[in-house]
Antibody
Framework: EVQLVESGGGVVQPGGSLRLSCAAS????????MNWVRQAPGKGLECVAA????????AYGGSVKGRFTISRDNSKNTLFLQMNSLGAEDTAVYYC???????????????WGQGVLVTVSS | DIQMTQSPSSVSASVGDRVTITCRAS???????LAWYQQKPGRAPKLLIY???SLHSGVSSRFSGSGSETDFTLTISSLQPEDFATYYC?????????FGQGTNLEVK
C-alpha cells in the first residue's frame, strides 16, 4: 500500500524558515517524480514545486521561486521542502503528491499525503 | 501559466441526479494531461480521472470525463451520498501544473 506521510509543519514567524519532510513507502520511490501541493485555508490547490525521479530536475511555482527548495533522498525514500523567507501568504496545508506515471514529464497525482499545516504568524 | 476555470463554482443537487462540471483552460492542452480530483473536508484530494476520460483504479463508473482542447467536463451520472464534495480539474500540460478553483457539490 502506498503511503506518504508529511511532517515538519507548525507555526513560524514571518521571515522564518521551515523544512517539511514526506516519508514514502509502498512503491519504488526512485522512479517517480514527486510534487508539493499546497492549499491555503478555504482555498484551492496550488502546485509549488516538483522534482524528477532522481532529483536531477526541479521546478517551482512563481510564488515560491527563490524561497523554496525541493529535494529528495532516494536512499531514505524521503521528499523534502525547504521553505525560507516565509510570509503570511504561505500559510497552508502542504501535501506531498506522487506522480501517477513513470512516463513523460507531465504530472497528475495518484497518491497524496495527509497534509501538514504551516502557519506563518507573529 | 495556464489558467483553469471551473463552472459552476457551486452546485446543489440531490441523490440520483446527473451533474456536470465544466473546466476551461486558458490555452489548448493535450487530452492526455487533464485530470479530475475529488476532495472532502479535511482530507487530501483523490484522483478520479486522468487523461480526460480514463477512470483511475477503484473509481466508480458513474464518474466520466470528456472534452478536448480548452473545454473539459466531469459528469457524475447518478449522485450517491458519498459524492458530495469539492471537485478540481488539473492541467499537466505545462508546469506549473494548475488547478481549477474548485466546484463545491452540495446537497439540495
Amino acid at each position: 500500500e502506498v503511503q506518504l506521510v508529511e511532517s515538519g509543519g507548525g507555526v513560524v514567524q514571518p521571515g522564518g524558515s521551515l523544512r517539511l519532510s514526506c516519508a514514502a513507502s509502498g512503491f519504488t520511490f526512485n522512479i517517480y517524480s514527486m510534487n508539493w501541493v499546497r492549499q491555503a485555508p478555504g482555498k484551492g490547490l496550488e502546485c509549488v514545486a516538483a522534482i524528477s525521479d532522481i532529483g536531477g530536475s526541479t521546478a517551482y511555482g512563481g510564488s515560491v521561486k527563490g524561497r523554496f527548495t525541493i529535494s529528495r533522498d532516494n536512499s531514505k525514500n524521503t521528499l523534502f521542502l525547504q521553505m525560507n523567507s516565509l510570509g503570511a501568504e504561505d500559510t497552508a496545508v502542504y501535501y506531498c503528491a506522487k506522480k501517477r506515471s513513470t512516463i513523460g514529464g507531465h504530472d497528475d497525482f495518484d497518491h497524496w499525503g495527509q497534509g501538514v499545516l504551516v502557519t506563518v504568524s507573529s | 501559466d495556464i489558467q483553469m476555470t471551473q463552472s459552476p463554482s457551486s452546485v446543489s443537487a440531490s441523490v440520483g441526479d446527473r451533474v456536470t462540471i465544466t473546466c476551461r483552460a486558458s490555452q489548448i492542452i493535450s487530452r492526455s494531461y487533464l485530470a479530475w480530483y475529488q476532495q472532502k473536508p479535511g482530507r487530501a484530494p483523490k484522483l478520479l480521472i486522468y487523461g480526460t476520460s480514463s477512470l483511475h483504479s477503484g473509481v466508480s463508473s458513474r464518474f466520466s470525463g470528456s472534452g478536448s482542447e480548452t473545454d473539459f467536463t466531469l459528469t457524475i451520472s447518478s449522485l450517491q451520498p458519498e459524492d458530495f464534495a469539492t471537485y478540481y480539474c488539473q492541467q499537466a500540460n505545462s508546469f506549473p501544473w494548475t488547478f481549477g478553483q474548485g466546484t463545491n457539490l452540495e446537497v439540495k
